[in-house]
């Protein structure tokens, strides 16, 4: 079936009783009158009365405690959400009593056995850890940190952290020193928890001398926990079970509704990565709705979403705790030993709700690996980046017609998703199923006009409950304001390029500024300058990057000027492409690196990212760059002949 003029509709809308969203339609009709008979006179209620819509979401999932309205003030940024009301995220992770046998968390891990936690043990480890937090000393507001793999003890300490009032922020076990220190160094932690080494595939890592550098980077920390993990121990720390040594009872600070739940960090474009503040009552909301409406999770449905730490999906995929789901984790390399094992791990696991980068799910197809169907699951997520059509078509021909396929995109911004779909919304191949609810999104032009079938801004024109709270060390909010409200003052820019139909889906087409996004993970491009800059041989550097229309990683392309006398030969580019794996990750070694002879530069110092990926992708020179306030600007055509010639 095919809409007028447009896509092919592979799934229509099915019946919403016996979804979390059907429940919420009934209880907004015997509680407050309200009837709605499809998703979009829904979503614009609850666009057009967000007041009511974010206090139902309280209401409805019974969110403990009394407030006397629900926003103090709307304005943009400064919302005040729910003055007055106290909450606390950690208390509404763990369940009850009469969920102590349900199954809370399935660990597969390449570095250790399988683990498993019910609700009751993971109950247990929190308060034991909580516990030990206490007798090192941390006390509300606190900063609690990890260098961390996606494994049980992570999330167990970060909700004890959360219980005590404290706050938590994390980097994976990949990421290099600098980029640690870049991270967790503006946070001032008091304590880290740490591995020294893990297994990735077949390969076993050695991080102790990272992670000397990083103790050594972070003199704020005055105890050291290191996690039973790898075969070489964390030297000089407390262990995991001396942490966990005493039994302690289960109890949740009283917090405001905006207290600082966690930190997380841009992708440093610009400088230092920006650190996100996100609040226990925003993200507590933004994920009772995220995972209760749209994904639609019910007690005992188990989740897969392969992340790492570092990315916000960590912090979103746990929150399927919120309604008592089970989170499966997948700790490694996602690839290993083969292209099927997420497949074959979901399937064993029996997820309801599977989360696939578009990247794994393009190579699955360009490979002919046939995924296995098993009764559990419902829905099948990606985020990250643009989703090809023929990726709709491979899932649709292996997994049948009742799936709902949901590509949504969000960010780390607001550690949510703006656009997605859910039980009540059509799937249209190639495209997202349109905006969430709560979340009045639109495309607007250079002049910020609104504009439906036409590429544009995506803009977010009222508050979310989960957007920051602020960014760190911006007491007066100056860093905040710059980076969303810089371009249509009291409306967020996010960033990216979409385009609205007139049935109300979207298509995201790449990001609008210069940060690079590969694989569904941010990357700064002043982290790879950093790097390669401070090389001898590099006198200045440049990086793009190049989508892939079909869903893949894309190229990733650096170009350096070298200093007088250097060459680039195999021997540097194997030594830079070594100081970005070794310092930064894997995602951030090049596809390409070429010589220029100048990096181009306004006359204020800013290089010219954005021009030269459009230069790149084809447009004329004089379309992009203007001569007269660039320096280096007759430079630019040596970019072109570097990436056509390109081997």
Not at 170 to 186: H, I, K, Y
Not at 462 to 486: H, I, K, L, T
Request: proline share 8%; aromatic share 10%.
């Amino acid at each position: 079936m095919n809409a007028p003029d447009g896509p092919s509709l592979l799934r229509s809308p099915g019946p919403v009783e016996g979804t979390g969203l059907g429940a919420y339609r009934e209880y907004l009709a015997s509680t407050h009158g309200l009837e709605f008979d499809d998703y979009g006179s829904l979503w614009r209620w609850s666009v057009a009365e967000p007041e009511a819509f974010w206090g139902s979401i309280w209401d409805h999932y019974g969110v403990p405690g009394t407030y006397e309205r629900v926003l103090g003030s709307s304005e943009m940024p400064g919302a005040q959400w729910f003055p007055g009301a106290r909450v606390n995220y950690a208390a509404h992770m763990l369940g009850t009593d009469e969920d102590t046998d349900r199954t809370a968390i399935i660990a597969r891990s390449q570095t250790r056995e399988p683990q498993e936690l019910t609700y009751g043990e993971l109950r247990d480890q929190v308060g034991r850890a909580r516990a030990g937090l206490q007798r090192l000393g941390v006390q509300e507001g606190d900063r609690v940190v990890g260098y961390l793999p996606h494994v049980p003890e992570t999330i167990v300490v970060f909700l004890a952290a959360a219980s005590l009032g404290a706050i938590w922020a994390a980097c994976a076990p990949e990421f290099g020193a600098r980029s640690v220190v870049d991270r967790l160094g503006q946070l001032e932690p008091t304590v880290l928890l740490a591995v020294a080494s893990y297994t990735y595939g077949a390969k076993e890592i050695d991080q102790r001398e990272e992670l000397a550098t990083i103790r050594a980077g972070l003199p704020s920390v005055r105890h050291v926990v290191g996690l039973d993990y790898g075969p070489h121990p964390v030297p000089d720390a407390m262990t995991w079970n001396e942490l966990l040594a005493e039994p302690g009872p289960l109890e949740f600070a009283d917090l405001p509704f905006d207290h600082p739940l966690y930190v997380l960090f841009s992708s440093g474009t610009t400088g230092l990565p920006k650190a996100i503040v996100h609040g226990h009552g925003g993200i507590l909301l933004e994920h009772l709705r995220l995972f209760g409406l749209h994904f639609d999770i019910h007690p005992g449905d188990r989740t897969l979403w392969f992340t790492t730490t570092a990315w916000a999906m960590w912090n979103i995929t746990i929150s399927v705790l919120l309604h008592r789901g089970a989170v499966v984790l997948l700790d490694g390399n996602p690839l290993w030993p083969d292209l099927g094992a997420q497949w074959r791990l979901a399937a064993e696991t029996g997820v309801a709700l599977l989360g696939a980068s578009p990247g794994y799910l393009t190579s699955c197809r360009k490979e002919g690996i046939v995924p296995p169907r098993w009764p559990e699951l419902r829905q099948l997520g990606t985020t990250g980046a643009p989703l090809p059509p023929e990726a709709f078509d491979y899932v649709y021909s292996h997994l049948g017609p009742d799936l709902i396929l949901n590509p949504f995109s969000g960010g780390t911004d607001v550690c949510s998703g703006f656009v997605g779909g859910g039980p009540w919304q059509p799937v249209y191949r190639g495209e997202m199923a349109g905006p969430g609810l709560g979340h009045d999104v639109a495309a607007f032009d250079e002049d910020g006009h609104p504009v439906v079938e036409q590429l544009g801004e995506l803009v977010v024109r009222a508050p979310m409950p989960s957007m920051p709270v602020g960014f760190w060390n911006d007491p007066d909010g100056d860093r905040y304001r710059e980076a969303y409200f810089d371009t249509f003052p009291g409306v967020w820019r996010h960033g990216d390029w979409v385009r609205f139909t007139d049935r109300g889906s979207c298509v995201i087409t790449g990001r609008s500024d210069a940060t690079l996004n590969r694989g569904g993970v941010r990357l700064g491009t002043a982290e790879f300058y950093d790097v390669v800059e401070d090389m001898p041989e590099v006198a200045d550097s440049l990086v793009v990057h190049l989508e892939d229309d079909e869903g893949g990683s894309g190229e990733l392309l650096l170009f350096v000027e070298l200093t007088d006398g250097a060459e680039l030969d195999d021997d540097l580019r194997a030594r830079i492409a070594g100081g970005l794996r070794r310092n930064l990750s894997p995602r951030h070694v090049p596809d390409l690196v070429a010589a220029v002879p100048a990096v181009p530069r306004t006359l204020t110092g800013k290089k010219l990212e954005r021009p030269v990926k459009q230069v790149l992708r084809g447009r004329a020179v004089d379309e992009v760059i203007s001569p007269d306030a660039v320096r280096g600007a007759d430079a630019v055509p040596a970019f072109v002949d570097a990436y056509r010639t390109r081997p």
